[in-house]
C-alpha cells in the first residue's frame, strides 16, 4: 500500500501581482527518491520553501509524517525532520567546519563548548561525505564544491526524515556528484525521503523513483521515471519539444584572430598558459572544479593580477592590467556569479545594460535619458529580454533573464572577445537553448567567444573546439570533428592521477 | 518567476512606457513622498498643540537652523550612497569656519577680496580634508568609519593650532549683514544657499554620469569594477564632495553666528547622518536621494524647535530624536518589503 510520507492537497501560494503555485497536489512516497522539474520561473523555489518554512501556503493543506504541518520558521521545519539544502549556500564563514555542521546543538561540557567531541563528531560526518578537510578548517577557505558537502552531511547529521537537495550538482565536478548519488542511495537504503531539484536531466536518474514537472506555478504530471526519455521531460516541462536545440550553428566561417594569449602566469607557482580564439569561433573550456579555467579567464582580464604573458587582440598586443583595461580593448567577462559580481540587482535593467558604457548616453557628464531608453529598449527586444517595462529592478529577473542582461550589457559596450564563465548556471532549458543561439550569433558577427562550463554536453554542443585544463595549465585540445565525452574527461582527470568509474 | 507571468500583457511599447510611468511614480512616491508625509504629519502635530508653533517667526527660525546640517548632509548623503560614512565633517567645519575667519579679518584685504578668498579657502581646505580621507580610505582599504574618525580629531586639532584655541570675531559688516538678509521677507540668505547646495547636489546624483556611478558603486562595486571602470577615482571623488561641502557649510556657519570658531562642528556630523538616514538613504549604500536629505533635515529641526515650543526639557529632546532616528530605519525596512512587492508585480 502506498504510505506516503508527504502529501500536499491544492496547494497554492501568490506573491503580490503573481500566483506562484496553483492548485498544487503532490504525494512522496516513504523513501522514494523525488524528482522536481520545471523551467525557472515554474514555481520549484516557492514549493520548497513552502516545505522549509520560509513562508506559509495560503491555500490547501500539507501533511507531513501522518500530521498536519505548517511550519512557521525552519525552525519548525528542523524540527518535523525536514531539512533543505538550499541552492545558495549559507555559511558561517569565519567559523570552522565543524561549528558549521554541529552549529545548531554544539556539544557542551559545563556550558562551554566541548570541541574535542564537535571535531570528533563533525571528522565522522565529513568522512561519510568525502569532505577531504580538516574539522578545525575554516569554512571560508572551501570552495563551492566542498562548501555544498558541507550541507549535505548537515542535512545527514540531524535524523531527517525528508532531505530536499535545490540543483546540489551545480557547482560540483562529475567525480563530486558521484560521490553525492552514493550518499543519496545510501540515504534512500536507509529509509530516508528525498526531494531533488535539478536542471541537469542526464542526472535525475541516478536519485529518482518518480519524477513531477511543474509549468507556470501548476503541476504537470507525477510519472514514474522508469520509461520517461529526456525529450518527453523537456516536452513537459516547456510545453513544447525542444528539437533543434542542439543544432550546432556554429558553422559561418570568419577569419581571423579574436584573441591570442602567449605564456600567461598568475603567480610563480601556476604554469604558463597560452591559447587562441578566432574571430567566429567558440571555443569550450572543459576541466574540473579548480582546474584553472576561471582564474585564468579573470587574470586574461586583468580581474585579477598576472605577473607574465603576452595578450593579443585582434592581432595587436595590448597591455591588460585592470578590467578597465580589458574592456577598452574589447574584452569583456561574465563571471561565474552573475548576482555577486555581474549585476546590480537593486537597479533597473535600463541601467545594467548602460554601464559598461555611459559616455555613450551622455554628453559632457550628463545623462541623456532618451538615448539610454532607446539604447536599452533596442537590446531588451534583440535579446527578448522578458520583462514589462526596462525600468524593472533586474532583482525581480529570472535566471535566464539576468544572463540575457548580462549580455546585453556587454553587446551595448560592442565587446569583441567575450570570456563567458559558466553562462548557462542556474539557467532553465529553454533559456539556455537561447543563450546557446545568441552566442553563435554573436560569433557569427565576428566576435570570439571563450566558453568555460562543467557541462560536457554544453560543451560539445555548442563549441567549435574545446581546450582541457587541469592544474592550472591547458592539457588538450579537440577538434569538434573528434568530440568525445570519454576523452575530454579523461584528459580533465589524468592530470589529478583519477580514474573515472565507468 | 514573476517575469514570465506579466510580460505578455505589457510587451508593447505603450504598455512599457505606462509601466514605466508607474514605476517611477511609485518609486518616487513611495521613497520621498513617504519621508514628506511623515514631515507634514509632524508640522500638523506641533501646529495644533505647540504655543506658537504655526508662526512665521518661527517657521523663518527653522529655515535659518537647517541651513548648515542640510549642507553638510547633502555631501554626507553622497558618500553613504557609496557605501562609505563619513565622521570627519564636524570638525572640518570647525577648521575652515577659522581658516575662513582668519582670511576676512585679515586688514590689508579690501572686503570684495577677503570674502571671496575666505569662501575659496574654506572650499579648499574642506576638498582638501574629503580627498585625504578618501585617498587613504582606497589606497589601503581602511573601512571609511576609522579613516574619518582619525581626521575628526586632526582636524580638530588642526583648528585649534590654527586659531591658537580662541574664537575669531570681527568678520566685515557686509558678509554679516548678508547673512542676517532675508529675502522677500521670508527666506533667510543662508536657507537659499543650503537649498541651490541641496539642487545641485539633486542634478548631480539624479542626471550626471558621476552620480549613475555612485549609485552603481553603492550597489556592487565589484560588479562596476568588472563592467570596466575604476570606482576608486569615484569613491574619493564622493569623499572630496564631502569635504566641500563641510566648508560651504563652514562659510553659512560663518554668516549665521559671524565667529570662526575650533570648537564649532562638534557633533554636527552625527546630525547630517541623522538627516540621511531619516531621509530614507540606505546605510549600506545605492539607495536614496538627497531629496529625502532635505526632508529629513527638517524632521529633526520641526522636532527640536516643536518639542522646545512644547515646553519639553531639553533632556527629554534626545530621547525622542534618537526614536525617531530608529524609527524612521524600521519603518524603512518595511517601505523596501513593500515596494518590492510592487515592483514585482
Excluded at chain 1, 554601464?355 to 550628463?366: A, V
Excluded at chain 2, 509601466?19 to 501646529?47: P, T
Aim: net charge neutral; glycine share 10%.
Amino acid at each position: 500500500m502506498f504510505n506516503p510520507i508527504l502529501s500536499m492537497k491544492s496547494v497554492g501560494k501568490r506573491f503580490p501581482g503573481v500566483v506562484a503555485l496553483r492548485d498544487v497536489s503532490l504525494e512522496i512516497g516513504r523513501g522514494e527518491g523525488h524528482v522536481l522539474l520545471g523551467e525557472n520561473g515554474a514555481g520549484k523555489s516557492t514549493l520548497i520553501n513552502l516545505l522549509a518554512g520560509l513562508y506559509p501556503a495560503d491555500e490547501g493543506e500539507i501533511a507531513f509524517d501522518g500530521a498536519p504541518y505548517r511550519p512557521r520558521t525552519p525552525t519548525d521545519a528542523y524540527r518535523a525532520g525536514i531539512r533543505v539544502v538550499h541552492q545558495e549556500l549559507s555559511m558561517l564563514s569565519q567559523m570552522t567546519v565543524a561549528e558549521n555542521l554541529l552549529f545548531e546543538s554544539l556539544p557542551q561540557r559545563h556550558g562551554l563548548v566541548n570541541y574535542r567531541e564537535t571535531n570528533r563528531r563533525a571528522a565522522a560526518l565529513m568522512e561519510e561525505v568525502g569532505l577531504a578537510a580538516a574539522p578545525t578548517t575554516l569554512v571560508s577557505r572551501l570552495g563551492v564544491a566542498q562548501m555544498q558537502l558541507i550541507e549535505i552531511a548537515k542535512a545527514l547529521c540531524y535524523e531527517s526524515k525528508l532531505v530536499i537537495l535545490d540543483e546540489p550538482t551545480a557547482s560540483l565536478t562529475s567525480k563530486e556528484v558521484e560521490r553525492l548519488f552514493e550518499i543519496l542511495r545510501r540515504l534512500k537504503a536507509k529509509g530516508v525521503t528525498i526531494l531533488y531539484i535539478s536542471h541537469r536531466l542526464h542526472e535525475i536518474a541516478e536519485v529518482g523513483d518518480r519524477v513531477t514537472v511543474l509549468r507556470d506555478g501548476q503541476l504537470v504530471a507525477t510519472r514514474p521515471l522508469a520509461g520517461l526519455t529526456i525529450p518527453e521531460i523537456v516536452h513537459m516541462m516547456v510545453g513544447r519539444s525542444m528539437e533543434g536545440e542542439d543544432a550546432f550553428r556554429g558553422d559561418v566561417v570568419v577569419s581571423g584572430e579574436a584573441l591570442r594569449v602567449k605564456g600567461l602566469r598568475r603567480n610563480a607557482k601556476t604554469p604558463e598558459v597560452s591559447l587562441r580564439v578566432g574571430k567566429g569561433e567558440i571555443v569550450g573550456v572543459a576541466g574540473l572544479v579548480g582546474s584553472g579555467r576561471t582564474e585564468t579567464a579573470r587574470a586574461i582580464f586583468g580581474a585579477d593580477p598576472k605577473i607574465a604573458g603576452e595578450i593579443f587582440v585582434e592581432g595587436v598586443r595590448v597591455e591588460i592590467a585592470s578590467p578597465k583595461d580589458a574592456v577598452r580593448h574589447g574584452l569583456c567577462l561574465m563571471t561565474e556569479d552573475r548576482k555577486g559580481q555581474g549585476l546590480l540587482l537593486g537597479m533597473s535593467c535600463a541601467e545594467n545594460i548602460t554601464i559598461t558604457d555611459l559616455r555613450k548616453i551622455s554628453s559632457r557628464g550628463i545623462l541623456e535619458r532618451d538615448a539610454e531608453r532607446s539604447a536599452a529598449t533596442g537590446l531588451v527586444d534583440e535579446l527578448r529580454i522578458k520583462t514589462p517595462s526596462i525600468d524593472q529592478l533586474v532583482r525581480n529577473f529570472s535566471g535566464g533573464n539576468q544572463q540575457k542582461v548580462v549580455i546585453a550589457k556587454w553587446l551595448f559596450r560592442g565587446s569583441k572577445v567575450l570570456l563567458c564563465d559558466e553562462p548557462t548556471r542556474g539557467i532553465d532549458v529553454g533559456a539556455k537553448a537561447e543563450i546557446y543561439d545568441l552566442l553563435w550569433t554573436l560569433a557569427a558577427e565576428g566576435r570570439g567567444v571563450l566558453f568555460i562550463s562543467s557541462e560536457l554536453p554544453e560543451l560539445i554542443a555548442i563549441s567549435h573546439r574545446i581546450i582541457v585544463f587541469a592544474k592550472g595549465r591547458v592539457v588538450g585540445e579537440v577538434a569538434r570533428a573528434e568530440f568525445d565525452q570519454h576523452r575530454i574527461l579523461s584528459m580533465a582527470y589524468e592530470e589529478y592521477g583519477l580514474e573515472r568509474s565507468h | 518567476m514573476r517575469n514570465t507571468d506579466l510580460s505578455e500583457a505589457t510587451e508593447t511599447g505603450r504598455g512599457r512606457r505606462t509601466a514605466a510611468l508607474w514605476n517611477d511614480v511609485l518609486r518616487f512616491s513611495m521613497r520621498e513622498a513617504g519621508v514628506a508625509v511623515g514631515l507634514v504629519l509632524i508640522v500638523l502635530f506641533f501646529c495644533f498643540t505647540a504655543p506658537y508653533f504655526a508662526t512665521p517667526e518661527n517657521f523663518l527660525k527653522i529655515f535659518v537652523q537647517i541651513a548648515i546640517n542640510t549642507v553638510l548632509a547633502s555631501g554626507m548623503t553622497i558618500v553613504i550612497l557609496t557605501g562609505g560614512i563619513d565622521l570627519s565633517v564636524g570638525s572640518v567645519l570647525a577648521l575652515c569656519t577659522v581658516v575662513g575667519a582668519l582670511i576676512m579679518t585679515d586688514q590689508a584685504l579690501p572686503v570684495y577680496v577677503s570674502v571671496p578668498l575666505a569662501l575659496v579657502g574654506c572650499m579648499g581646505v574642506g576638498s582638501l580634508c574629503g580627498f585625504v580621507n578618501g585617498f587613504v580610505v582606497e589606497q589601503w582599504k581602511i573601512p571609511s568609519f576609522i579613516v574619518t574618525l582619525g581626521m575628526l580629531n586632526v582636524a580638530s586639532g588642526a583648528a585649534r593650532v590654527t586659531s591658537n584655541n580662541s574664537t575669531i570675531t570681527g568678520l566685515p559688516q557686509p558678509f554679516v549683514d548678508f547673512g542676517n538678509l532675508i529675502v522677500f521677507g521670508v527666506f533667510p540668505s543662508i536657507f537659499l544657499i543650503a537649498v541651490g547646495v541641496i539642487l545641485i547636489g539633486w542634478f548631480i546624483l539624479r542626471f550626471t554620469v558621476f552620480g549613475r556611478f555612485i549609485y552603481a558603486i553603492g550597489t556592487n562595486e565589484e560588479a562596476v569594477r568588472l563592467s570596466g571602470h575604476n570606482p576608486r577615482t569615484y569613491k574619493v571623488a564622493a569623499f572630496t564632495i564631502s569635504g566641500l561641502t563641510a566648508g560651504i557649510a563652514a562659510m553659512v556657519y560663518l554668516l549665521r553666528l559671524n565667529v570662526g570658531s575650533p570648537i564649532a562642528g562638534a557633533g554636527y556630523e552625527l546630525n547630517a547622518i541623522a538627516a540621511v538616514i531619516i531621509g530614507g538613504t540606505s546605510f549600506s549604500g545605492g539607495k536614496g536621494s538627497i531629496i529625502g536629505t532635505l526632508v529629513g533635515a527638517c524632521i529633526l529641526q520641526v522636532l527640536t524647535t516643536g518639542l522646545q515650543l512644547f515646553g519639553a526639557g531639553d533632556n527629554v529632546k534626545p530621547i525622542v530624536i534618537g526614536t525617531v532616528i530608529v524609527l524612521a530605519v524600521v519603518l524603512d525596512a518595511y517601505r523596501d518589503r513593500f515596494l518590492r512587492a510592487i515592483e514585482s508585480r
